[in-house]
């Protein structure tokens, strides 16, 4: 059994929880569809989108120079990152020169996947997450589940509990308008003496220098309100070429993430205010060299919309918890192959090659394909699942020849009269807890088939 | 070698043979009624949008939407019930729970509700700490969609700058809509 489908288990058992995951994010599936059908260009944009963003890979190197010249000239400062470490230790000796104790952060995957909170946690640096969802699974100490709704696996019962014991809120009160104005009320001298604030990069546009920042709750652009240290944290394949590029990626991003026409806030940082400083990181960790696999080098097409998850059949019915890399879904599946198929390569079953995520991707990148690509390359990496292999040399067999295969067809109806208790248990790959295994149709297409065709 | 010099190095070895970058060659959807799809629009977000009357002021406006207020920040001329002049205040955390600030934007987007506003005041706190924010565009300042607007000459030449579709809002407890998350309550803007 994969690494995901045992890690499912604990999700799949609150059939409850289960059904109102699924509900709800397929909710915001449909949120997206709406959206779309407002859109008549909708499939133009997808188009452009993939386009620009490949256009901008093939010449990268290029357009973060650019962007890093015209950043300057604007007045902020630039610096490369080739990994996690350094990009760690630049944040680092950024706070550590400004005598900052409180940084204010909003939602960053990048901080996530360089573990950059509990590393600037063990020098004494406060590290507050601003964005609500974030903050629920902050001080729940558990990662999110969800690249864009970070706490969509928490119940606001569970919520009102947390609150009730970190804030103080009413117990048993868990409506979510009171829960949120407490947090608000909470996180407001978070906000107002933190010496250090802390952005991801939704675009950063190379013609003019500038960062775009996407929130709905205006998070990011009130923590770098009061702290005159503004350190903005970004992949090397966030950069666009310019301001008609971001005219595109603008139309589609909210749009295909969470159904809104666009996210509440898009702000653009172009120059630091006066006294302040910007900060703005580039960083590699893995990308230059992600680039190079051309079979999945659409991968940095990504905006980070989170379509995908909302989309798929199985992320909706295991969470993100039940795979392995720290982004879930298509998404992570993918990127998690891509940063090291040793650790990751239990989570490429969780797929039934649908190709959903590919179809409702806005830069429409071929998830699915993608891992379906990196299943056909287990066996070359030595990864392939030994009890799978042997299954399919066995079907392989059976399915070889006609006598064979109806001989084998004969095999299961005979085996259909054994007992549930050994059909249904874990030795058997097609049984599942909680499901039937589905009865033989009375007779075979092909026999079906040969007596109506007499008639 | 430094960082930026060993990523650029691993860039160029990519491999990814050139592309050219893509023409725009599709015609963006366009309104009919501008102002109608930008209110409708905004008002879907949770803003609100009011056209201004013939000979009403902005006062009158403010007094009509937000009686209650009693700390208004703005340093518009016209604004003369402003108790607060932003731009006298030296710490940014003073404009912060104000109960209204009224400020300028420059133009609207008809498909999302968007209104662009590039700041013109001295502390941006005012648009993400007052509890209800008024932005006054020009009437005729409605484009159709982001395509035109970022190519627009106020999206141009600014400091910060920012597109703001609504008041301040979240989903993250269970998905149910709640205004207010750590920005304003209540956006108005009103077209004049
Ligand atoms: S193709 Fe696989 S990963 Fe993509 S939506 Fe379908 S099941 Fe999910």
Redesign the interface.
């Known amino acids: 059994m994969s690494t995901h489908s045992k890690a499912a288990k604990r999700f799949v058992a609150d059939a409850e929880r289960l059904a109102w995951h699924d509900r709800?994010l397929y909710?915001?599936r449909e949120k997206r569809d709406r959206m779309m059908a407002t859109?008549?260009?909708w499939e133009?944009l997808r188009r452009?989108a993939s386009?620009?963003k490949?256009?901008t890979?093939?010449?990268?190197?290029d357009y973060?120079?650019e962007f890093e010249r015209n950043a300057t000239a604007n007045g902020m400062q630039v610096h490369?990152?080739?990994d996690a470490a350094?990009m760690n230790e630049t944040v680092w000796e950024l706070i550590r020169r400004h005598g900052g104790r409180r940084l204010v952060k909003s939602k960053s995957m990048l901080a996530e996947e360089c573990g950059m909170t509990p590393y600037l946690e063990a020098r004494g640096v406060e590290t507050v997450e601003?964005?609500?969802?974030e903050r629920?699974m902050q001080l729940l100490h558990m990662p999110p589940s969800h690249i864009v709704?970070?706490?969509?696996a928490v119940?606001?019962e569970e919520?009102g509990a947390l609150f009730e014991r970190e804030m103080g809120t009413e117990p048993g009160n868990s409506d979510?308008?009171y829960?949120?104005?407490a947090a608000?009320r909470a996180?407001?001298p978070k906000?107002?003496e933190a010496d250090v604030s802390m952005t991801g990069v939704n675009f950063a546009v190379a013609s003019?220098g500038a960062l775009a920042v996407c929130t709905?709750?205006?998070?990011a652009?009130?923590g770098?309100?009061?702290a005159n240290l503004h350190i903005a944290i970004m992949g090397?394949e966030k950069v666009i070429?310019d301001?008609?590029a971001?005219?595109?990626f603008?139309?589609l991003l909210a749009r295909s993430g969470?159904g809104?026409?666009?996210?509440?806030?898009?702000?653009?940082?172009?120059?630091?205010?006066p006294g302040c400083e910007i900060h703005v990181i580039?960083v590699?960790n893995g990308r230059?060299?992600w680039?190079?696999d051309?079979a999945h080098?659409n991968m940095l097409k990504c905006l980070r919309c989170g379509a995908c998850m909302n989309t798929c059949p199985v992320y909706r019915r295991s969470g993100g918890y039940s795979y392995s890399y720290f982004i879930p879904g298509p998404l992570g599946i993918n990127l998690g192959m891509l940063r090291s198929p040793k650790r990751y390569h239990g989570n490429v079953s969780a797929c039934s090659l649908c190709y959903s995520c590919s179809n409702v991707c806005p830069a429409m990148i071929d998830l699915g394909e993608q891992i379906y690509e990196w299943r056909q390359r287990l066996d070359t990496l030595g990864l392939a699942d030994p009890m799978k292999k042997a299954a399919v040399k066995g079907l392989d067999f059976v399915m070889g020849g006609r006598r064979r295969f109806y001989g084998g067809i004969a095999m299961g109806r005979l085996a259909e009269k054994l007992p549930r208790a050994v059909l249904e248990n874990g030795l058997n790959p097609w049984s599942t807890p909680g499901r039937a295994m589905p009865p033989f149709a009375p007779r075979s297409f092909n026999a079906w088939w040969k007596k109506e065709m007499k008639r | 070698m430094?960082?930026?010099e060993?990523?650029?190095k691993?860039?160029?070895?990519?491999?990814?043979?050139?592309?050219?970058?893509?023409e725009?060659?599709?015609?963006?959807?366009r309104f009919a009624d501008r102002e109608q799809t930008f209110v409708e629009?905004l008002e879907?977000?949770g803003g609100c949008a009011v056209r201004m009357e013939a000979g009403e002021t902005l006062d009158e406006v403010i007094r009509r939407l937000y009686p209650e207020a009693k700390s208004i920040a703005s340093t518009m001329d016209e604004v003369t019930s402003a108790t607060i002049n932003p731009d006298r205040v030296e710490d940014?955390?003073q404009l912060?729970?104000v109960d209204l600030g009224v400020v300028r934007g420059s133009f609207g987007?008809a498909?999302?509700?968007?209104v662009w506003i590039a700041q013109e005041i001295r502390?941006?706190?005012l648009?993400?700490?007052a509890t209800a924010l008024m932005i006054v565009i020009p009437r005729e300042a409605i484009v159709d969609?982001?395509?035109?607007?970022?190519?627009r000459p106020e999206?141009?030449d600014?400091?910060?700058?920012?597109?703001?579709?609504?008041?301040?809002?979240?989903?993250?407890?269970?998905?149910?809509l709640?205004f207010?998350?750590?920005?304003?309550m209540s956006v108005t803007v009103v077209l004049r």
């Open positions: 709800a909710a915001v859109v008549p260009e133009d452009m386009e620009i490949l256009h890979l093939s010449r990268l190197g973060l120079c490369w990152a080739a350094e601003s964005d609500l969802g629920i709704l970070p706490a969509i119940r606001r919520v979510p308008t829960l949120t104005h608000r996180l407001r906000f107002l003019t709905n709750e205006g998070n652009d009130l770098t309100s009061f090397i070429p301001m008609e971001l005219g595109v603008t139309r969470t809104q026409p666009v996210t509440t806030y898009t702000s653009l940082y172009r120059r630091p205010a580039l590699d230059s060299e680039l190079a051309e080098r | 430094n960082s930026k060993k990523i650029l691993r860039l160029a070895g990519d491999g990814m043979e050139p592309r050219p970058r893509p725009m060659d599709f015609v963006p959807q629009r879907a977000g940014p955390r912060v729970d987007v498909e999302n509700g968007a502390h941006k706190a648009y993400f700490g969609t982001m395509h035109e607007a970022v190519v999206v141009d600014f400091g910060y700058g920012c597109f703001v579709s609504g008041p301040s809002k979240t989903a993250d407890i269970e998905q149910a709640v207010g998350a750590h920005g304003p």
